[in-house]
């Protein structure tokens, strides 16, 4: 018989706000406290739907497994063990935000309300989530990444005090994504300390198609931020991504804007990304992508070349890229 295994499903704990589960998906996948609100958990029970969750990867169980269809999935070698740690954490208990992206997954939860001071997360304290992890060891100390996402931290009082956490325990990685409406010292520093990837995303070139796409008028504020954190130690480490969205911002001319001003201030490495829409919630076997984001891709590839910017993919881009864009060429 056949048997697989997911990387994700080994080494990642996902905190949202309405569960805990495995992977990043937030739809499928399985999941280790459904509703969760800061109660007390049954760490035994929860291990073991790691376990059992990996019993069904199989030809004859997937079908029943919340893993069915995935394209994470592989074939299960000898050498694949279970771990009984996790190696990296993704945190987004909170959906609290200072602007409103016309494509945010997160804004039927936070009813497209525009937050701006700093507030507890609507959901639960992830401190003493964080510290009970750790108590347990299922944190592996030594190699993990935290994955902070939201909400905005910006709005997310728990943000400074999570982060000193984790130092404490000795991490030595975070990837924090954030829109960068406002600047944060504590960003700088961990740019600066080598400990940290700052991914915010600008999904255009111009102030007036900013404003339509985050419903805030604060290009000026994104641009200022940006150049802070690209004057840290390590520049490389500050990531800006392009969302392509149907009709707003798919076209040549603002992507070419966009890249133009990355280069300008000295960003390095930049994301193509798709909609999720299309990425997370279509099967693009029966409903395609739009023909000409082919050629959105390649153009902006061919301008990162020229300005010698590097180009990041998501997982899940690079495989739709792979899959449907490269076939016909
Ligand atoms: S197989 Fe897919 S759905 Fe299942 S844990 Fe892995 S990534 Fe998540
Ligand atoms: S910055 Fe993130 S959380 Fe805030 S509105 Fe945009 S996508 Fe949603």
Not at 42 to 48: M, V
Request: glycine letters at 4%; aromatic letters at 14%; charged letters at 30%.
């Amino acid at each position: 018989m056949k048997y697989y295994f997911c990387e994700e499903l080994n080494n990642v704990i996902s905190c949202f706000h309405d569960r805990i589960m495995s992977c990043c998906s937030g739809q499928i996948g399985p999941v280790y406290y459904e509703g969760y609100k800061g109660q007390k958990i049954d760490w035994d029970k929860f291990r073991e739907i790691k376990y059992k969750s990996f019993d069904f990867l199989n030809e004859k169980d997937l079908e029943n497994s919340p893993c069915k269809n995935c394209f994470f999935l592989r074939e299960r070698k000898p050498f694949d063990v279970i771990s009984p740690t996790f190696n990296l954490i993704n945190v987004s208990h909170w959906t609290h935000c200072n602007c409103g992206c016309i494509y945010c997954a997160r804004m039927t939860d936070s009813k497209g309300v525009i937050t701006t001071k700093a507030q507890k997360s609507e959901y639960y304290d992830f401190l003493p989530l964080l510290k009970e992890l750790y108590k347990q060891e299922l944190l592996d100390r030594k190699n993990l990444t935290a994955f902070i996402q939201g909400g905005d931290i910006s709005v997310l009082k728990e943000f400074e005090p999570m982060v000193k956490e984790f130092l404490k325990q000795g991490i030595k990685d975070f990837f924090i994504l954030s829109n960068n409406i406002k600047y944060q010292p504590v960003v700088k520093k961990l740019l600066d300390m080598g400990n940290a990837r700052f991914v915010t995303s600008l999904d255009c070139g111009n102030a007036g198609l900013y404003k339509k796409i985050k419903r805030v008028d604060k290009f000026n504020d994104f641009i200022s931020n940006l150049k802070k954190y690209a004057k840290s130690k390590n520049p490389d480490r500050v990531h800006v991504k392009y969302i392509v969205i149907e009709h707003i911002n798919d076209n040549k001319e603002e992507i070419t804007k966009f890249i133009n001003l990355m280069s300008d201030i000295g960003i390095k490495t930049v994301e193509f990304m798709i909609d999720n829409k299309y990425l997370l919630f279509s099967d693009l076997d029966k409903t395609p992508l739009p023909p000409h984001y082919k050629d959105l891709y390649f153009h902006f590839e061919e301008l990162c070349k020229l300005k010698n910017i590097n180009i990041n993919l998501w997982d899940r881009t690079r495989y739709v890229i792979n899959k449907y864009f490269y076939d016909n060429v």
